[in-house]
């Protein structure tokens, strides 16, 4: 039983560069979010999705982008990088968003925008 | 706006000394609370959530946290701490039955030997 999993662990992008975080998640979850941490901040909400087609936007969704097609996936896209967006990024899934059952994190992807 | 406020940024605990480590949040009705630790390079893992019921809860590896709700506080307790304990505490909740998870800005706690 893998959980969530984070794909890729570490990134450089250039500055106006577009990629694609990858999160995975094995447990048939309905709910998935993507958090940002920064020092000093805790982590931050940037979207969630409470199951498939269904997405939105939590307290830092500038410059960022999702959709759920699937269940299990739920990728995080920068359309065009910049230096603010140097974080470290978690996907986390839950059965459903109120937590009873915890969230499961993922280990991470760092990245940093030169 | 939900928030959350943790108001040691950083302690420092000599091995099996107490430990309690503060938060507070700021929302008048229903509340879901939760601690969270992240050892170093590791992610996040839940050590206890509170729900209803006993406002005293246990989790895992002998913590336990008390919900007072006059307070709006969610402390964290452990009797004696270990060296093993060196990691980041984050206090979260999410409010009225939504699904919004919001975080402190953590505890960084150092345990010495």
């Known amino acids: 039983n893998a959980g969530v999993t984070q794909t890729p662990k570490f990134q450089v992008l250039k500055t106006g560069q577009s990629m694609t975080l990858q999160c995975a998640q094995d447990?048939?979850?309905?709910?998935m979010s993507w958090y940002r941490q920064d020092p000093g901040m805790g982590l931050r909400l940037i979207h969630y999705?409470?199951?498939?087609?269904?997405?939105d936007q939590g307290e830092v969704p500038n410059g960022y982008n999702v959709s759920r097609s699937t269940t299990e996936d739920f990728p995080l896209r920068l359309l065009s990088a910049a230096p603010s967006q140097t974080s470290v990024y978690f996907c986390?899934?839950?059965?459903?968003?109120?937590?009873?059952?915890?969230?499961?994190f993922g280990s991470g992807t760092r990245l940093t925008v030169v | 706006a939900q928030s959350v406020s943790q108001h040691n940024h950083h302690v420092i605990l000599s091995e099996a000394a107490s430990l309690e480590l503060g938060c507070n949040y700021s929302?008048?009705?229903?509340?879901?609370l939760f601690w969270y630790v992240q050892y170093p390079g590791q992610h996040l893992q839940l050590l206890l959530k509170?729900?209803?019921?006993?406002?005293l809860v246990k989790g895992i590896k002998g913590f336990e946290a008390e919900f007072i709700k006059s307070k709006f506080s969610f402390n964290l307790r452990k009797p004696s701490v270990q060296w093993s304990d060196t990691a980041e505490y984050f206090c979260a909740v999410i409010t009225g039955g939504g699904n919004k998870l919001t975080f402190g800005t953590g505890t960084q706690l150092k345990v010495e030997l």
């Open positions: 929302y008048g009705g229903t509340v879901n």
């Open positions: 447990m048939n979850h309905e709910y």
């Open positions: 986390a899934s839950s059965p459903t968003g109120q937590g009873l059952y915890g969230y499961t």
């Open positions: 509170y729900f209803s019921g006993d406002p």
């Open positions: 999705s409470v199951g498939a087609g269904i997405t």
